[in-house]
């Protein structure tokens, strides 16, 4: 162990066209180029990617879970975003 | 202050017992963090070591065929302990500290691993059994209540199936081969099975993790339960392929509704696990060399990586 380990990359991938990149998980390359090629290698060795984004780990920044109650709490009383909230007459159709 | 530390345990413990998965950031308690790094890179190093006694047929595989899905399952062995290192990193572990804990000898790797390949026939045996006895341990682990590793085991578990079938369909075909070719399929068998039944782990009584691990939902099964599932599913199998289970002890027990099977040697077990198994020290000098011989590559990679970074610092101050 004489070098320093090579930093982290977090891998996404895009199943198909039309989806969204999806985190699959992780791994260590020395650069971009080379952690998207290992992330061929990782995680896509039965085709499920026809995209790939890598991002060094430190530069993900995360919302904090100890503070989830209180950083959610603005959305969790106004239930009147949903439509469930609303009552709709059973004549009405299409609504 | 002491207050608020049983507060979290707690509410960890609430999450757990309701099954909603804990995630990296989440307060969790020491121990729970300490088997879950310990369980997580053991389960790596098994499938890199496990590369090994496989990697030996590569290029003896009896057909291109043969050497071509033989390849793929060892690059898949690969994969998997990159999704389970990675896996371990978000409990804090270092990659290079878990490496160097294979080499030193300080962290273990299932013992299966430590015994030799010694004819084609092994090869099928490993798939057959060996992964066989491996999905039966990784299926209810795709429930284990920490997120990163459940999930690593999702994709463990879609590409393990393959290989038990490729092992499967190796030792039919020698089943219906030539005579020779069959008892090369029962002496492989009656190498692999005692061995397989011991990856299960120690009886429960004498599985000193088992029981927290089964509170935490790291582990759903106990070692014993696995193992009789196990010998339950493979011995129909065996009669299938027209094989004798090395057991003059196995009899069906209509009242358990399962098969009673033979005590397993565990002196010989333990033996193994310290380090005296048959291929051990073949084992870790084998991944000793090949870290030591690709260090070169790494650091050059590395060195290429920011001379290029430089280079593009370079010339973005001079646009400036």
């Known amino acids: ?95 | 202050m002491e207050e608020v530390e049983v507060n979290l345990e707690e509410q960890f413990e609430a999450k757990v017992a309701k099954d909603i998965r804990i995630e990296p950031k989440d307060w969790m308690p020491d121990a729970y963090r300490k088997t879950l790094i310990r369980q997580i890179s053991q389960h790596a190093h098994s499938e890199i070591v496990g590369m090994l006694p496989e990697g030996n047929w590569i290029t003896r595989a009896p057909s291109l065929k043969r050497k071509a899905i033989l390849l793929a399952k060892v690059q898949d062995e690969a994969g998997h302990g990159l999704y389970l290192y990675s896996a371990a990193e978000t409990l804090g572990a270092s990659r290079d500290q878990m490496i160097a804990d294979l080499h030193s000898g300080k962290a273990k790797y299932s013992s299966i691993f430590n015994y030799p390949t010694l004819s084609w026939a092994d090869i099928g045996a490993i798939g057959w059994l060996v992964d066989g006895a491996a999905i039966m341990n990784q299926v209810p682990l795709c429930r284990t209540s920490y997120g990163p590793y459940a999930r690593a085991m999702v994709r463990v578990c879609k590409e393990e199936s393959f290989h038990q079938r490729q092992g499967f369909e190796i030792m039919m075909t020698l089943c219906n081969g030539a005579p020779e070719q069959k008892k090369m399929a029962q002496e492989a068998f009656n190498r692999w099975w005692w061995p397989t039944l011991m990856m299960f782990g120690p009886k429960d009584e004498e599985s000193p993790n088992t029981e927290q691990s089964m509170r935490w939902r790291i582990k759903r099964f106990t070692n014993d339960e696995l193992r009789q599932r196990f010998v339950d599913m493979m011995v129909p199998q065996a009669e299938f392929l027209g094989l004798t289970v090395p057991d003059k002890d196995l009899k069906w027990n209509e009242a358990k509704n399962g098969y009673d099977y033979g005590q397993i040697d565990w002196d010989e077990f333990w033996s193994v696990v310290k380090g005296n198994g048959p291929c051990n020290k073949q084992r870790i000098q084998t991944r000793v060399k090949a870290d030591q011989e690709g260090a070169w590559v790494r650091e050059a990679a590395l060195a290429h990586a920011e001379k290029r970074a430089q280079r593009e610092r370079q010339k973005a101050e001079q646009a400036a």
């Open chain 1, 1 to 95: 162990m004489n070098t320093k380990e090579w930093p982290l990359w977090e891998v996404f991938i895009r199943s198909k066209q039309g989806l969204d990149h999806k985190h699959v998980g992780s791994l260590h390359a020395a650069d971009a180029e080379m952690a998207v090629q290992n992330a061929r290698d990782v995680y896509t060795r039965r085709m499920e990617g026809i995209s790939i984004w890598v991002v060094e780990s430190k530069h993900i920044h995360a919302s904090n879970p100890d503070d989830a109650t209180a950083f959610y709490e603005p959305a969790n009383d106004k239930v009147y975003r949903h439509p469930t909230f609303y009552e709709v007459p059973a004549e009405i159709k299409n609504m």
